[in-house]
């Protein structure tokens, strides 16, 4: 039962952010996994560990073990351990949809056997997203719909909120900006309400794209009684200039920015650039210190 324990143990730290925390929780999940209930348990705390650093080939890896079981109730039961849509979207994100289409029908067939409506949420997310990248709006938008009326009969907030991050990053990418901002709001509202920090920031980086700006950080830029220039430097950044900025903190390349944006690498560098001189910075180091400080 210990590798099962420390499995289950892992996915609140990961979801905040709690690096340290969830990573001796995988790693005892790992070490003292005998079983195939616990294989299940620590694979999928180790791909939900990845999925949250944003590792997408690290979440692939993560659950490699499982697809060796070709069948098993605790494996593929929906609704038991979650794993196959951390892996379809890893998947799609990594760019091999045809793969991510194999194990997502699998899933969705199942899923809609039983009737779980936690599993229908998370096969449309994946469904909405296959689609997305094969540039099948329609379809994409329609899935998403879909999950979204499940996600209100399962009544889980945190899978909720995952679902409306990647339609709000759906909707942003086909120019449907104030439906977009709507459910992304909303999935910043929970996960910030579930202290779900990475996820939070991915949602601030979206809605940065979209010209959004926090509302503490708003007020905090109006001017009071501060002497001009004052303000925290990070707050002479526009929206995008943050987001860029933030992203290059992380390791990013300029092209892999661009990708995450959805802009090109000319506005990247533009942007990047503005953010350089608006610092006093002139290389990726220093300005990832003054991000990180």
């Keep these: 039962m210990s590798p099962i324990c420390h499995g289950l143990a892992a996915l609140v730290p990961a979801a905040r952010g709690d690096w340290a925390a969830a990573e001796a929780h995988v790693a005892a999940a790992l070490a003292g996994r005998v079983s195939v209930a616990a294989l299940a348990q620590s694979c999928s705390a180790a791909a939900h560990l990845a999925a949250a650093r944003g590792d997408h080939a690290g979440t692939v890896e993560a659950v490699e073990p499982l697809l060796a079981v070709k069948t098993h109730d605790i494996v593929y039961e929906p ?117 779900a920090a990475p996820y939070a920031e991915r949602c601030e980086r979206e809605l940065s794209g979209l010209g959004w700006v926090r509302v503490e950080a708003a007020a905090q830029a109006e001017p009071r009684h501060e002497e001009p220039g004052s303000s925290p430097l990070l707050l002479r950044l526009t929206p995008q200039e943050l987001a860029v900025a933030r992203l290059v903190a992380t390791g990013m390349t300029n092209r892999q920015v661009a990708r995450e944006l959805v802009l090109s690498v000319k506005t990247i560098e533009y942007h990047l650039g503005n953010a350089y001189a608006k610092l006093g910075v002139s290389s990726r180091v220093a300005l990832t210190t003054k991000i990180m400080n």
């Design 79 to 195: 609704g038991i351990v979650q794993w196959l849509d951390l892996l379809v979207d890893a998947l799609v994100a990594l760019g091999e949809p045809d793969r991510a289409e194999a194990h997502l029908a699998d899933a969705e067939a199942l899923a809609g056997r039983r009737g779980r409506r936690s599993a229908l949420a998370a096969a449309a997310r994946c469904r909405g997203g296959l689609h997305a990248a094969r540039h099948e709006a329609d379809l994409a938008d329609a899935a998403f719909s879909a999950g979204l009326e499940h996600a209100a009969v399962a009544g889980l907030p945190f899978d909720e909120a995952r679902l409306r991050l990647a339609y709000g990053r759906f909707l942003r990418r086909v120019g449907r900006r104030r439906q977009a901002q709507r459910q992304l709001e909303r999935a910043l509202e929970l996960f910030t309400r579930l202290g």
